[in-house]
């Protein structure tokens, strides 16, 4: 299981690759793009990432599934606090159309807070999953490797 290095490490690099993954959607055209990405490649990523550091040493199905479940939660939120100040002030600054629902949604925060953390939900689900299959692959090719 996870203790709470593993834990703090794990949240900390969601949290920044969903920071980062905050900025590209501020393009119009990468906006559904990213957001997919941050939805469902997020756990992978980190477990990669992970794995190269020697963070996590045994590929089991369960620890892969709380891992995406972790990255999805907290990158999303990382990915929310950067993209939706900065589309907003985009939109009251150059009035950029596509951002146009961000000012929306500002009108109403307790509408904004419990849409992020559904979609925070949603995403460690997903996240989950393809932590799972992870997993799946990386034994896979482990036992297929020789």
């Not at 709470?4 to 900025?23: A, E, H, P, W």
């Not at 055209?29 to 020697?54: E, G, Q």
């Amino acid at each position: 299981m996870l203790n709470k290095y593993q834990l703090k490490i794990i949240c900390v690099f969601s949290f920044i690759t969903g920071c980062i993954l905050g900025l590209f959607p501020l393009i119009p055209a990468l906006m559904w793009i990213i957001f997919l990405i941050l939805m469902f490649f997020t756990a992978p990523f980190i477990i990669i990432y992970l794995k190269k550091l020697n963070i996590i040493s045994t590929p089991d199905s369960n620890l892969f599934m709380i891992i995406g479940a972790v990255s999805g939660v907290c990158s999303f939120l990382g990915f929310s606090l950067v993209f939706f100040p900065l589309g907003c002030l985009l939109n009251l600054i150059f009035k950029i159309q596509s951002f146009i629902w961000i000012k929306v949604i500002f009108t109403n925060i307790v509408f904004l807070f419990s849409m992020v953390i559904f979609m925070a939900l949603l995403s460690a689900l997903l996240n989950a999953f393809s932590g799972l299959i992870t997993s799946f692959l990386y034994k896979y090719f482990q036992n297929n490797k020789g």
